[in-house]
């Protein structure tokens, strides 16, 4: 995790005095036109070390909303963030009675999410959406396919009850890959926390080890042969080539069970969007930009699900702490609890009918 009460003072520093983060931007911009791009023994651009791509900017872009907020709007914006959290981090009262029966009992409170301070800034525009095309800044329609395996997963699903056997959990709460799309590709930000990653880079692979779930995705580097059509790991079969001084990638292959999808909270509980078809194919562009920050850029291609492609450009910016050990534990205990609590909740409905029957 990164040092949020330093982000959240930096922020209320920026927010609190505009002059000198107008100074602080015109030495970056000066500073940046000395700047060059850091490169590894073998030459290529040096995309190492620790990142986030952590933002206030959503995937999607709000009905009847420009591409670009104003100075105006993202001040507001940034500041009530920080407002939010300030005011949700604080401890809960120990003099409190406890909840009713039946009653929420509340979760995490604000020290341990991480929803981020910044608006995503690209190319000097603050970004009302972090997907750019199609226009409008949204995720295309489902195809008739596309719907079709939604009704299809519904179907299959409704045959069982919510927690009959471990497949029906979602595969976040199995600790088998993230929720959303951290992992990728694409690589889209949560709205919770741990969007974070480590690369690491050599002549003829790059690692991406993403902090939640530590999910690892090898990228190869060269021309080599596919995975055949039947081979779909997860986080499919990656290549990479560089274009210049931009590393571009190409992922097939891509897992049917994969929870690929911009809704983070549906695939954590089990969402309803389509899953990868075999023709799904993600291309990623990786561009130092400058000391703190690589552009990421992607494009999802999937003509079985989507009526038309669809990608945009997320900054992904340097993360100088420490990355621990994201220690999934659902997967391990609170899956087995889970199932074994409605085992409990069965038999207690069984002999309920039972003694029912009785009297």
């Known amino acids: ?25 015109a030495q970056a911009r000066t500073s940046n036109a000395e700047w060059e791009v850091p490169r590894t023994p073998d030459g290529r651009p040096d995309l190492q070390g620790n ?20 100075p105006e709007q993202v001040a507001q914006i940034e500041q009530g ?23 929420d009992v509340g979760a995490y409170n604000n020290v341990y999410f991480e929803f981020g301070h910044r608006v995503a800034v690209v190319n000097g525009e603050a970004r009302t959406s972090l997907i750019t095309f199609p226009s409008n800044g949204r995720i295309p ?21 919510e927690f009959d056997h471990p497949e029906l959990r979602p595969i976040a709460e199995r600790c088998i890959a993230s929720y959303g799309s951290p992992a990728g590709p694409p690589m889209l930000p ?7 990653y480590t690369i690491v880079q050599t002549p003829d692979h ?73 023709q799904m194919r993600v291309t990623e562009r990786f561009s130092r930009v400058d000391e703190e920050t690589i552009l990421y850029e992607f494009t999802v291609d999937d003509p079985t699900v989507y009526t ?26 609170g899956l087995e609890n889970v199932l074994r609590g409605a085992r409990y909740q069965e038999r207690m409905a069984a002999q309920e009918a039972t003694d029912s029957r009785r009297d």
């Open 1 to 25: 995790m990164s040092n949020r009460m330093g982000v959240v003072l930096a922020v209320l520093c920026a927010i609190a005095a505009p002059g000198v983060v107008s100074t602080a931007a």
């Open 51 to 70: 990142w986030t791509n952590q933002t206030l900017t959503t995937l999607e872009r709000q009905a009847g909303q420009g591409p670009v907020y104003t």
């Open 81 to 103: 963030s920080v407002a939010r959290f300030v005011a949700g981090e604080q401890p809960s009262d120990p003099n409190r009675p406890a909840p009713q029966a039946g009653q």
């Open 141 to 161: 329609a489902f195809t008739p396919e596309g719907e079709r395996q939604i009704q299809e997963a519904r179907d299959l699903k409704g045959q069982f009850e």
């Open 190 to 196: 949560t709205t919770g926390y741990n969007s974070n």
């Open 206 to 278: 790059v690692l991406i080890m993403t902090e939640m779930v530590h999910d690892a995705r090898i990228i190869r580097i060269g021309d080599g042969p596919r995975l055949p059509p039947h081979i779909r790991p997860w986080f499919g079969d990656s290549w990479g080539r560089w274009e210049g001084d931009v590393l571009v990638v190409e992922t097939t292959n891509m897992n049917p069970r994969q929870e690929f999808s911009a809704n983070v909270i549906a695939t954590l509980f089990g969402g309803q969007d389509p899953h990868p078809s075999e």
């Open 308 to 333: 038309e492609s669809w990608g945009g450009q997320i900054p992904m910016t340097a993360l100088n702490e420490n990355l621990y050990e994201y220690a999934c534990q659902e997967g391990n205990y």
